[in-house]
């Protein structure tokens, strides 16, 4: 199936697949959010008016985060979930998936869960594990966590493993559907480029997919958030009862 202007299939899929996209008299809108490549840079180094920061802080103040270091990594997350739904999503639905350059991709880091995306151009790219993994974690993932890092001392193993844990949930929702609706030959692509990028090298010792399941070997910390526990995937089969740090990987 070629790849529709509007990206149309995906939107079945649910809040984290579907994708905004500019309609062919308005490929310059909306100016006035960032492109995500701008998010990772150093456009506004003062700190207040970054992208990022802007981000950190909104879901600081939803979660009531005691530490910005929490807020940091639950914002990666759900960022790289969005990534990763719309190109998994692409890949098992189209067999192609649209090109995820972040100078094409504005965001709104003002908006709510999950991440308001708005791909400005759609050019077909390959569907192929090495593209996808290119697409999100090479020019997005990687990137982001630079960025989270220097301005958050976010731990390195965690973002990898929040990377992996946003993919495998991805997979996850996505073979549900396919599931449900007769679709086992998308959940077979799904199942097959899920386990073949969380062989890469950057993925490889965060957790262990079994079937659709994944059990990571670090933290994102969202148990330190008042009255939460852990997720379903955590390392941890009940919240700490007291940890200064959680592992990171």
Same mark, same amino acid.
């Given at each position: ?81 969005? *990534? ?6 692409? !890949?098992?639905?189209?067999? %192609?998936?649209?090109?995820?350059? @972040?100078? =094409? #991709? /504005? ?29 999100? *974690? ?6 982001? !966590?630079?960025?989270?890092? %220097?301005?958050?001392?976010?731990? @390195?193993? =965690? #973002? /990898? ?37 969380? !062989? ?50």
């Amino acid at each position: 199936m070629d790849l529709d202007p509007e990206l149309a299939a995906l939107r079945p899929l649910g809040g984290f697949f579907a994708l905004r996209t500019a309609p062919p008299a308005a490929r310059e809108a909306p100016p006035s959010l960032p492109t995500l490549a701008e998010a990772y840079g150093d456009a506004s180094p003062d700190g207040d008016g970054h992208p990022l920061t802007l981000r950190v802080r909104k879901v600081a103040l939803a979660l009531r985060a005691p530490e910005t270091r929490i807020a940091a990594s639950v914002a990666q997350q759900g960022l790289a979930a969005r *990534l990763w739904s719309v190109a998994l999503g692409c !890949a098992a639905l189209y067999g %192609s998936l649209p090109d995820l350059d @972040p100078r =094409l #991709l /504005r965001w709104d880091p003002r908006g709510s869960a999950p991440d308001d995306l708005w791909l400005t151009e759609v050019h077909a790219r390959p569907g192929d594990a090495a593209t996808l993994t290119d697409a999100v *974690l090479h020019a997005h993932l990687e990137p982001l !966590a630079e960025a989270l890092r %220097s301005r958050h001392s976010v731990a @390195p193993g =965690l #973002l /990898r493993g929040n990377a992996a844990s946003a993919l495998a949930g991805a997979a996850r929702q996505l073979d549900r559907w396919a599931r449900g609706h007769g679709r086992t030959d998308v959940s077979a692509r799904c199942g097959a480029l899920t386990a073949q990028i969380l !062989a890469h090298p950057l993925l490889a010792a965060t957790g262990t997919l079994t079937g659709t399941a994944f059990r990571r070997r670090s933290c994102c910390l969202y148990y330190r958030v008042p009255g939460a526990g852990v997720c379903g995937d955590c390392c941890f089969a009940r919240p700490p009862r007291s940890s200064p740090r959680a592992p990171s990987g």
